[in-house]
């Protein structure tokens, strides 16, 4: 096993909080992670009209040898756009880096104190 997956894995461990879109988690992002965020700002919310990078919903981009693996959140817990983001983002991440890409829903709650610029919602939070 070589130190970048040891490394990986250990970010990813059990237990263990995924990082705020855009954080790190002591180590630098990887390559092939900051091409995958970058694209996955071109993913819009259809009803917000933002990517889904500058709503906060990627938790976690973790690129293994063989597959990427993306833990996301949704703005509501039934959002009726999830299996169209979902497959938008799987989209994105192979387009730039060509291998299977799985997208975990996490159960945690979102709210914009999560994005980057709450802001970008048109009003103060």
């Known amino acids: 096993m070589s130190d970048e997956?040891?490394?990986?894995?250990?970010a990813a461990g059990a237990g263990s909080t995924p990082p705020a879109a855009g954080a790190t988690?002591?180590?630098?992002?990887?390559?092939?992670?900051?091409?995958?965020?970058?694209?996955?700002?071109?993913?819009m919310d259809p009803e917000l009209n933002l990517s889904v990078i500058d709503l906060g919903l990627i938790r976690e981009v973790i690129v293994e040898p063989s597959r990427t693996l993306v833990r996301m959140l949704l703005t509501t817990?039934?959002?009726p756009y999830a299996p169209q983001l979902i497959e938008d983002i799987k989209q994105a991440s192979k387009s730039v880096?060509?291998?299977e890409c799985e997208v975990e829903v996490m159960?945690?709650?979102?709210?914009?104190?999560?994005?980057?610029?709450?802001?970008?919602?048109g009003f103060s939070y």
């Open 25 to 43: 988690s002591g180590a630098p992002m990887s390559q092939q992670e900051m091409a995958i965020r970058s694209a996955l700002e071109t993913v």
């Open 107 to 121: 159960p945690d709650p979102w709210s914009p104190d999560m994005m980057p610029d709450p802001g970008l919602l």
């Open 5 to 10: 997956t040891k490394k990986d894995e250990g």
């Open 77 to 79: 817990p039934f959002c």
């Open 97 to 99: 880096v060509p291998q």
